[in-house]
């Protein structure tokens, strides 16, 4: 995974980074359309400390454009109207399909950690639910860019 070039002084370290990926409910993520173009939906994920993990519609225009080209961005941030809050991390790469799809809950070993963490994340516990219309997709990113604002605060003198 390469780093960023720009912005070191309000990048966040790798633990900040990881907790802030754990915490946030909702990613957005862009796929590149059949024309070339961008396409940017919403979605619910994992962070697992090294790949993020997308519960995918598979009749979806993201499945689809996936399908015919698996380069993804993400982007998971927060924030609000104070410029100093803003917070946020860009993930690039390949993303690829990890198990049956759609997801019926044969066994699979990759897949055991990140329904683990959803079913934590967003139905307080429990098993994964499979309504046989999602599927995993896995990204391991090969360049993810993170900013927090609120680095850039000065610094009070004693």
């Known amino acids: 995974m390469t780093g960023q070039r720009r912005g070191r002084a309000m990048a966040m370290t790798d633990p900040e980074r990881d ?13 590149v359309g059949p024309t070339g173009s961008p396409h940017a939906s919403a979605l ?5 400390g090294t790949a993020l993990w997308l519960n995918s519609l598979v009749r979806s ?10 380069r993804v961005s993400v982007i998971v941030d927060d924030g609000g109207t104070d410029f100093l809050a803003l917070r946020g991390v860009e993930l690039q ?26 079913a934590d994340k967003y139905a307080g516990g429990g098993d994964f ?7 995993w997709l896995r990204l391991v990113p090969e360049k993810t860019v993170s900013w927090d604002f609120g680095k850039l605060r000065p610094v009070a003198a004693s």
């Open 93 to 118: 790469g390949g993303a690829q399909i990890i198990g049956e799809t759609p997801r019926t809950g044969e066994p699979v070993e990759q897949l055991v950690a990140p329904e683990r963490l959803f």
């Open 129 to 135: 639910r499979y309504d046989g219309r999602h599927a």
């Open 19 to 31: 907790a802030f990926l754990r915490s946030q409910p909702i990613c957005r993520v862009a796929t």
């Open 44 to 48: 619910w994920f994992v962070w697992d």
């Open 61 to 70: 225009r993201r499945w689809s454009d996936l399908d015919r080209d698996p």
